[in-house]
């Protein structure tokens, strides 16, 4: 008979045994306890070192002595040479892959770079580094929302042209020295407090190549204080297009990821 | 995440989703409808749920389609069921087959929907938004039942219980001002938190956003304006989606 299998609907007798899964996430319940081991993913340490020169008004490195893969996926190229981000900048110093000076070629150590993260032409913030860091070591490649890696990238891309590329492309005309203005006026258009995009992000990929990036595989927010409400999630999607977007969290030196996805529950039968 | 169907190993976990295919939410519910109509089956008020007696047949559907919990009283061929008030409106308002009185022996007839919509809302303060989230999940045939041992709302199945676990705990929220429902989700610790639990227990948080598009509650009638936002907010790992796409 048929009526064995129901049984009562009471909470009690039914919700029970939802409780005996296996954790899927147990894993990290060890983690915090040990920060060397799984807390921060393991960087390479590298040899050979590139030399890139600091500039104060852009808020950007230009690379002047490239050695190593990574410029592949790091570095927004303008007129034949690379720029690195702050963030950029900061990860290959820790990693001993990048030498740093400044315009008088006196070498720029670490601790200046933590001192300087905060201040606002770097358009960065020290969380921001630590999801950029995160995620870096973990192979992804990251660029700024809407930063063109190249100036080609933009033409193969109908996005970024529709976006910002308009004003990009106008600069390219005259662009000869004006370059580095030209990157420096992109940095100084961006309002602190906008509510944008941070990242695009790209899985790990060998094939990546900064003149036809592709659309990036999704966008990421820092939560900066709050979390962030429905209407500003709203907000922020719209900017996606249609890309996916994480919401990332740093606490103190922990950094998490969530979605916060629009679904539609299927009528069943 | 997959539905999990119960079952001691993978046969009887394919015949469980076999039995819940053969015989779907919805086709219980219509024979619980039809046989509720038919008996002229009335319930009564007793401050915040519906109490009412039924027949064996009742009972048996009532609980295939998991409405209430059965009061154990004794008393021969009468059984004692009990409603919450979300429950109780559903089978009232949207599937039009329980008459409710104000007490059982009441001269007076029935109570009309929207005297039962102001008793309901005096009664609970949030009501209007918890019917709009339980009625939009049990109108696509989900089974929904409290969500209190989880630390959430209310907790979905797609079948029932003993058949299938949920697959979702649901925190209802406001469109318009979030969190001023039941206070939920207004911090990241939250977040952690109730993310955590659910996914402890193979859960998805699923949040309903109930949008009232500018209406009052005051008159019944506004309910067919609200609308209803889904988003469900998960964790995501990077050292485990390097390769999948996401």
């Known amino acids: 008979m048929e009526g064995n299998k129901w049984g009562y609907s009471s909470n009690e007798d039914t919700s029970n045994d939802d409780d005996d899964v296996n954790l899927p996430n147990a894993s990290d319940e060890e983690e915090d306890l040990h920060f060397t081991s799984h807390s921060l993913p393991k960087s390479q340490f590298r040899n050979i070192k590139s030399k890139a020169r600091w500039n104060e008004e852009m808020g950007m490195a230009e690379v002047i002595e490239k050695n190593g893969k990574m410029w592949v996926s790091t570095g927004i190229v303008r007129s034949g040479k690379i720029y690195t981000s702050f963030e950029e900048t900061l990860y290959f110093m820790e990693l001993g892959a990048l030498h740093l000076v400044d315009s008088e070629n006196r070498s720029i150590s670490i601790i200046e770079m933590y001192e300087k993260v905060s201040s606002r032409m770097t358009g960065c913030c020290w969380e921001l580094f630590e999801a950029y860091r995160h995620l870096k070591s973990l192979g992804y490649i990251i660029g700024r929302h809407n930063f063109a890696w190249s100036l080609k990238s933009i033409r193969s891309s109908q996005k970024q042209v529709a976006l910002e590329g308009t004003e990009e492309s106008k600069q390219i005309v005259d662009m000869g020295s004006k370059v580095e203005h030209s990157i420096s006026k992109l940095f100084g258009e961006l309002k602190i407090n906008e509510l944008k995009p941070d990242f695009d992000i790209y899985l790990p990929d060998s094939r990546f190549r900064k003149s036809s990036p592709g659309d990036p595989n999704f966008l990421l927010y820092l939560s900066r204080g709050h979390l962030p409400s429905r209407a500003e999630i709203e907000t922020l999607e719209k900017q996606c297009e249609g890309i996916p977007l994480k919401i990332c969290l740093v606490t103190e030196g922990r950094v998490s990821f969530f979605s916060f996805d629009k679904v539609e529950l299927p009528a069943l039968p | ?246």
């Open chain 2, 1 to 246: 995440m997959a539905p999990r169907w119960k079952g001691k190993d993978a046969k009887s976990k394919k015949e469980a989703e076999a039995e819940a295919l053969k015989e779907p939410m919805s086709k219980i519910i219509s024979q619980l409808q039809s046989s509720l109509v038919q008996s002229n089956t009335c319930g009564f008020l007793s401050d915040n749920c519906v109490h009412l007696t039924v027949q064996a047949e009742q009972l048996d559907l009532l609980d295939k389609a998991c409405f209430g919990r059965p009061v154990r009283i004794v008393e021969k061929d009468m059984y004692w069921f009990q409603l919450t008030v979300e429950e109780a409106f559903y089978l009232c308002y949207s599937l039009k087959c329980l008459k409710i009185k104000i007490n059982v022996g009441a001269d007076t007839g029935p109570l009309n929907d929207e005297e039962l919509w102001h008793y309901f809302r005096s009664k609970k303060e949030t009501f209007p938004y918890f019917y709009k989230a339980y009625s939009h999940l049990r109108m696509k045939n989900w089974v929904v039942r409290s969500g209190a041992q989880y630390g959430v709302d209310l907790i979905v199945y797609r079948h029932h219980p003993a058949r299938v676990h949920s697959e979702y705990g649901v925190l209802v929220l406001s469109h318009d001002k979030d969190g001023d429902l039941n206070g939920r989700l207004r911090v990241w610790s939250d977040v952690h938190c109730t993310t955590r639990l659910l996914g402890g227990v193979a859960k998805t948080l699923l949040v309903l956003y109930v949008n009232k598009n500018g209406n009052n509650d005051e008159s019944l009638l506004c309910l067919t304006n609200y609308t209803v936002e889904e988003r469900t907010i998960s964790r995501w790992s990077p050292e485990q989606c390097r390769e999948r796409s996401i």
